[in-house]
């Protein structure tokens, strides 16, 4: 069992930073693959990133490819979510998630999520 918690939004105007912060308890979160998905009103989930749990290699979708940065800190239980370059778009709520399943992409196949946080970019 993992429980996450996300920290880190706000409102920040377009061309603006913010680190978004996952904090994981439970057992073995290293042995996890961790996602942050966002959700805008009235769409769908979509994936912004993901680490992979051994290798640390990353994804990233291509509306944010350049402009964030996804990294963990296993020892601390911590994943976090640098985001640089925001704009109008990024606008949604943020979640992290964890999977032990590979298809890193699909929010479906993630077991734990947190709550999520909030991230408002004006312009």
């Known amino acids: 069992q993992v429980q996450l918690v996300e920290s880190g939004g706000g409102l920040v105007q377009a061309g603006g930073s913010l680190r978004l912060s996952c904090a994981a308890s439970?057992?073995?979160?290293?042995?996890?693959?961790v996602g942050w998905f966002r959700q805008a009103p009235g769409k769908e989930r979509e994936i912004v990133s993901a680490i992979i749990r051994n290798t640390g290699a990353t994804m990233y979708a291509d509306s944010v490819a350049g402009r964030f940065t996804i990294s963990r800190d296993n020892a601390k239980n911590m994943v976090y979510l640098q985001m640089n370059s925001l704009k109008p778009e990024d606008t949604a709520v943020y979640y992290c998630a964890a999977t032990q399943k590979s298809t890193i992409g699909d929010a479906d196949q993630y077991n734990y999520w947190g709550q999520g946080t909030q991230v408002t970019v004006s312009s």
């Open positions: 439970g057992r073995a979160f290293g042995n996890y693959h």
